[in-house]
T-cell receptor, first 118, second 106 residues
Framework: GAVVSQHPSWVICKSGTSVKIECRSL??????MFWYRQFPKQSLMLMAT?????????EQGVEKDKFLINHASLTLSTLTVTSAHPEDSSFYICSARLPGGILVNEQFFGPGTRLTVL | AQRVTQPEKLLSVFKGAPVELKCNYSYSGSPELFWYVQYSRQRLQLLLR??SRESIKGFTADLNKGETSFHLKKPFAQEEDSAMYYCALGGGKLIFGQGTELSVKP
């Protein structure tokens, strides 16, 4: 159980275009999802916390107008990279947290989306 | 401030040797700690959580509040243990350490 999927798994886009990445919890409802960015052989950097039905909470230094997050349902959160530039190229990972119980702080991770901006 | 430190970026051992991946944390209160593993080209997955006090794939980790550590240990490393290991501090959101790449050589 507790499977998280992401779509697409990789995407290449031109500079200046926008790209949407989807994160879905397949077998559970997630009131909270998280978006991370990971550089090669480096740790995960939390970008934002996505709460169903409310605005996302962004970490310091993350541009909310550039990385738009929408969590419209209990199983879907989307990250839109607007006006993408080559420096936005990275591996984006989402995770979802179970809504309650003893595992409340455990997160389940998606497989990631490789974004390359030309 | 909440922080997780993994001092070793790379740890290389031979098959059958003991392994210890270090993790130190800074947290005011009762910490909730995890070890996550990322095998090559696979997603991040939970290996251990301190609250369970379990052994997974031969790995164990004990929370030492006096030393603020949560080191990951395995008595006999296997080649399939080669991966990136991340220590994480929980409590609302996860704070990850920098990660340690474990390489087990034949």
């Amino acid at each position: 159980g507790a499977v998280v999927s992401q779509h697409p798994s990789w995407v290449i886009c031109k500079s200046g275009t926008s790209v949407k990445i989807e994160c879905r919890s397949l077998d559970f409802q997630a009131t909270t999802m998280f978006w991370y960015r990971q550089f090669p052989k480096q740790s995960l950097m939390l970008m934002a916390t996505s709460n169903e039905g409310s605005k996302a909470t962004y970490e310091q230094g993350v541009e909310k107008d550039k990385f738009l997050i929408n969590h419209a349902s209990l199983t879907l959160s989307t990250l839109t990279v607007t006006s993408a530039h080559p420096e936005d190229s990275s591996f984006y990972i989402c995770s979802a947290r179970l809504p309650g119980g003893i595992l409340v702080n455990e997160q389940f991770f998606g497989p990631g989306t490789r974004l390359t901006v030309l | 401030a909440q922080r997780v430190t993994q001092p070793e970026k790379l740890l290389s051992v031979f098959k059958g040797a003991p392994v210890e991946l270090k993790c130190n944390y800074s947290y005011s209160g009762s910490p909730e700690l995890f070890w996550y593993v990322q095998y090559s080209r696979q997603r991040l997955q939970l290996l251990l959580r301190h609250i369970s006090r379990e052994s997974i794939k031969g790995f164990t980790a004990d929370l030492n509040k006096g030393e603020t550590s949560f080191h990951l240990k395995k008595p006999f490393a296997q080649e399939e243990d080669s991966a990136m290991y991340y220590c994480a501090l929980g409590g609302g959101k996860l704070i990850f350490g920098q990660g340690t790449e474990l390489s087990v050589k034949p």
